[in-house]
Antibody
C-alpha cells in the first residue's frame, strides 16, 4: 500500500526558503507510470497545484509560482522534495505531496492525484 | 487558466437523501479530464472520481460523476454520516491544473 509522508520545518521566516521532503513507502518513485506532485492549501481556503516531477527529472511548475519553485527527486531514498524561495505570509499553507498517474508533455501536466500525504502546515512568520 | 466554480457553497441534507454537487468550468474541459475529491477536517483530500465518471479504487458506488464540456456533477445517493465533508473538483485538461473552491456538505 503506497503511503506518502511530508516532513520539514513548520515555521519559516519571510524572505527565506521553504524546504519540504516527501517520503514514499510501499511504491517506487522510479515507476515510469507516475509523476509526483506538490499541492498546497492556505488555512480555510482551496487547493493550489504547485508542481510535478518525474523520476527521470522532468519538472513542471504552476506558472504563478515557477520563478520561486524547485522540485527534485532522490530515487535512492525513494523521496522527492520541494523548495520555495522568497516566502511571504501568503505562502502559509498546508503542503501536501501526492502521486499523479497522469502524464506531462510539452511543458504541461494532465493528471489527477490518486494518493496524498497527510499534509504539513508551514507558517511564514518572523 | 480554467476557473472552476462549484455550487452550492454549502449543501444541507439529511442522511439517506441524495446530494447533487455542481462544478462549472470557465471554458471547456478537454477529454472530460475532471476529478472529484472529498476532504474531511484535518485530513488530506481523497480521490473519488477521475475522468469525470470513473470511480477510484475502493469508492462506494453511491458516488457517481457525470458531465462534459463546462458542466460536471457529482451525485451521492443515500447519504451516509461519513459522507458529510467538503468536496472539490479539479480539472486536468488544461495547464495549469486548477481546483474549484469547494462545496461543503453538512448534516441538516
Amino acid at each position: 500500500q503506497v503511503q506518502l509522508q511530508e516532513s520539514g520545518p513548520g515555521l519559516v521566516k519571510p524572505s527565506e526558503t521553504l524546504s519540504l521532503t516527501c517520503d514514499v513507502s510501499g511504491f517506487s518513485v522510479s515507476s515510469s507510470s507516475y509523476y509526483w506532485g506538490w499541492i498546497r492549501q492556505p488555512p480555510g481556503k482551496g487547493l493550489e497545484w504547485i508542481g510535478n516531477i518525474h523520476y527521470r527529472g522532468s519538472t513542471y511548475y504552476n506558472p504563478s509560482l515557477k520563478s520561486r519553485v524547485a522540485i527534485s527527486v532522490d530515487t535512492s531514498k525513494n523521496q522527492f522534495s520541494l523548495k520555495l524561495s522568497s516566502v511571504t505570509a501568503a505562502d502559509t499553507a498546508v503542503y501536501y505531496c501526492a502521486r499523479d498517474p497522469g502524464f506531462c508533455n510539452d511543458g504541461s501536466c494532465y493528471g489527477w492525484f490518486d494518493t496524498w500525504g497527510q499534509g504539513t502546515l508551514v507558517t511564514v512568520s518572523s | 487558466e480554467i476557473v472552476l466554480t462549484q455550487s452550492p457553497g454549502t449543501l444541507s441534507l439529511s442522511p439517506g437523501e441524495r446530494a447533487t454537487l455542481s462544478c462549472r468550468a470557465s471554458q471547456s474541459v478537454s477529454s472530460r479530464y475532471l476529478a472529484w475529491y472529498q476532504q474531511k477536517p484535518g485530513q488530506a483530500p481523497r480521490l473519488l472520481i477521475y475522468g469525470a465518471s470513473s470511480r477510484a479504487t475502493g469508492i462506494p458506488d453511491r458516488f457517481s460523476g457525470s458531465g462534459s464540456g463546462t458542466d460536471f456533477t457529482l451525485t451521492i445517493n443515500r447519504l451516509q454520516p461519513e459522507d458529510f465533508a467538503v468536496y472539490y473538483c479539479q480539472q486536468y485538461g488544461s495547464s495549469p491544473r486548477t481546483f474549484g473552491q469547494g462545496t461543503k456538505l453538512e448534516i441538516k
